[in-house]
Each structure stands twice: as C-alpha cells, then as structure tokens.
C-alpha cells in the first residue's frame, strides 16, 4: 500500500467536513420545514374583523308572554284564570290557531265585550225600573206600570165606596191620596159604561186609546194629567188647590152618571 501524504490526508480531511457540514444542514432543514408545517397546520389566525355587539335589557319584556312560560303554578290559580285559558284553548281549536299567545288575546277581547254587554243589561233594567211607559221619572214611590197598589182598592175597584175613602182622605189632610181615589172613582165608572175594560196592569196610555172614539177622551187626558203630576211627581197640594182639581173629576163624574 502507498503511504498516505501529508496533502491527501488533508484533502480527505476537508472532504468529510464538507460531507458532514451538508449533512447537518439538510437536516436542520428538514426540521425547520417540518417546524413550519406543524405550525401552518394547527395555528391559524382569523384576521377578520370582528363586531362589537351590545345586548339590550328589553328581551325580557320581549320574552315575557305565555308561550315562553315553561313552569306554571297550576294550585294557585283562580278560577277565573282558569276559565280563561280554558277559552283560550277552545278558540285555538276553532279558528285553528298556531299560537297560544294569539287565542288569550281573543280570550281577552271575548271577555271584555261579555263585560260591557253585561254593563249594557244592568243600565237597561235599571233605567226601565225607574222610567215608566209614558216616560215619567219616579223616584221615592213605586209607581211600575201599575196604578200604585194601597190597601189592594184596584183590586176591588167594583165594590169600593170612593166617596168615604175620600171624605176621609180629606178630613186628615191627605190631599194627594184623596185626587188618587178620585182618579180610580173615574176609573170604576169609565168602565161601568163599558168604555174601558179596567185592568191593573193597564196604563194611562192604555185606557186613552181605548177611549179614542169617546167625548170622554180630552176630560180623561186632562185628569190624567193632574193625577200623574200629583201623585206620581209627589207635588203636595193645598186645600184651595184640591178644590179646583175635585171639581174636574167631580164634573166628569157627573157626566158619566148622567
């Protein structure tokens, strides 16, 4: 074998550090290109912009209503709260609809129109209690469609001796109740002539219309007149002022009689 040179052995010298110094810089390389890839992989970044968004305290009121209502205290509710949403559900089912928020409302609205139909009905029967067929207010006595009822006389118009009641009447200074047994005494006779068929559920009305085709027909509206105006209007009267009102009934009597 030939000897080595001094010259070769420092070209194979440089040669291996050569070798060696590619080697380790492939490799570092490689573990710079796999670094850089792990980190492209699993680290990205999102450079959109992003919104700052405010949250109002007003979705409470907005989610406040029935459908959102998920536990419901069944022991104490009313009643009426129960009829309620028990209408609820039978307007839901008959105009098919979808939310139960919408079938309380048309609940509600029933209600409210049952309320004032009701309201309605109560003024009616009130204002019809206390306001006769001919349009008369009266208060303090009760009047109704009847001639008032004292010591049940209309019931025994036929067989009652008005002149007693009325001398009566007046000696005690019942004025107002004597021009009231007058207008019955009227009454007796008008039906005694067959002008009138007497009944106590009859009206001045009444028994004007019956008397249409009588002479007895402005005398009888007349009477009617100062009787409504005395007894019912509750106006007393004096003694000088029942003279003139007895001498009109006692005129037509006289007539009747006649």
């Not at 792990?38 to 405010?54: F, G």
């Not at 305290?57 to 009829?83: A, H, V």
């Not at 019809?128 to 010591?151: H, M, P, T, Y």
Request: net charge neutral.
């Amino acid at each position: 074998m030939e000897p080595l040179t001094h010259t070769k052995i420092q070209l194979r010298y440089i040669l291996f550090c050569l070798i060696f110094w590619m080697g380790l810089s492939n490799l570092s390389a490689a573990g710079d290109m796999y670094s850089a890839g792990i980190q492209k992989d699993s680290l990205l970044q999102d450079t959109a912009k992003v919104e700052k968004r405010h949250f109002s305290m007003d979705f409470r009121e907005k989610y406040s209503g029935q459908e959102y209502i998920y536990e419901k205290d069944l022991e104490n509710k009313g009643w009426f709260t129960r009829f309620k949403e028990w209408l609820a559900r039978v307007f839901k089912k008959w105009f098919n609809l979808n939310s139960d928020l919408e079938a309380g409302n048309i609940a509600d609205i029933f209600i409210k129109i049952f309320y004032v139909l009701i309201i309605i009905a109560v003024v009616f029967i009130i204002v019809k209690a206390i306001l006769n067929r001919e349009g008369r207010w009266v208060f303090g006595k009760s009047s109704d469609r009847k001639i008032i009822n004292v010591e049940d006389i209309e019931q025994n118009i036929g067989i009652t001796d008005f002149r007693k009641l009325i001398n009566r009447a007046i000696a005690d200074g019942e004025y107002r109740s004597a021009v009231r047994f007058y207008y019955l005494w009227m009454l007796k006779e008008l039906s005694n002539k067959e002008l009138i068929a007497y009944d106590v559920e009859k009206t001045n009305n009444d028994y004007l219309y019956e008397l249409n085709n009588s002479r007895f027909k402005n005398d009888f509206r007349y009477t009617s007149y100062l009787y409504n105006y005395v007894w019912y209007g509750e106006f007393e009267i004096n003694e000088k002022q029942f003279e003139k009102i007895s001498g009109t009934f006692t005129n037509i009597l006289k007539d009747l009689k006649a």
